[in-house]
């Protein structure tokens, strides 16, 4: 049974590995060509074109009136009143319980990072494994799997953190 699965697994491997990345230059000048094409007939569909012009446009009215201020002394300074901040706010009623809200959590970064979660399911997928594949003991099996495995999640999900910009 252990040949066998090492035989499919070094086969899987090779499998996998056997990839030609060898291209010529005009193939890569073609795939970038027809790239850049794409690009020019995507529909501008979220209205950035429209958004920015709105923004420049705002930005030069709020130049024009700041210069407009800083020439005539005489004109009102604008004043903007204090934002009301949203969220879960503590209350304290004085009776001896504690409130732990906070009001300033971050949406984002709720639940587990995907570095932990990797950690947890590498750790108990390598420990069903290390159990199984080790016969004669297999507590030890498990543990030795469970730290592998644990470390491989841990990379993978901690990788993926990286591309979301989690850390």
Not at 12 to 20: E, L, S
Not at 83 to 96: D, E, H, M, T, W
Not at 132 to 150: E, S
Request: charged content about 20%; aromatic content about 4%; overall charge positive.
């Amino acid at each position: 049974m252990k040949k066998i699965l090492s035989i499919i697994s070094v086969a899987a491997i090779m499998a996998a590995c056997n990839t030609n990345t060898k291209t010529s230059e005009e193939e890569v000048a073609a795939k970038i060509a027809a790239y850049k094409d794409s690009i020019r007939m995507v529909a501008d569909t979220a209205g950035l074109a429209n958004y920015q012009a709105w923004k420049a446009q705002n930005e030069m009215a709020d130049a024009n009136q700041y210069n407009t201020a800083q020439s005539t002394p005489s004109t009102p300074a604008k004043t903007y009143a204090p934002r009301k901040v949203s969220g879960k706010s503590s209350v304290n009623n004085n009776n001896g319980s504690m409130n732990s809200e906070s009001s300033n959590t971050a949406k984002g970064k709720k639940g587990w990072s995907k570095a932990a979660k990797g950690t947890a399911i590498g750790a108990g997928t390598g420990a069903v494994i290390g159990a199984v594949v080790n016969k004669k003991n297999r507590v030890v099996g498990g543990v030795v799997g469970g730290v592998i495995g644990g470390g491989v999640g841990y990379g993978i999900g901690r990788s993926m953190d990286k591309k979301d910009g989690r850390y």
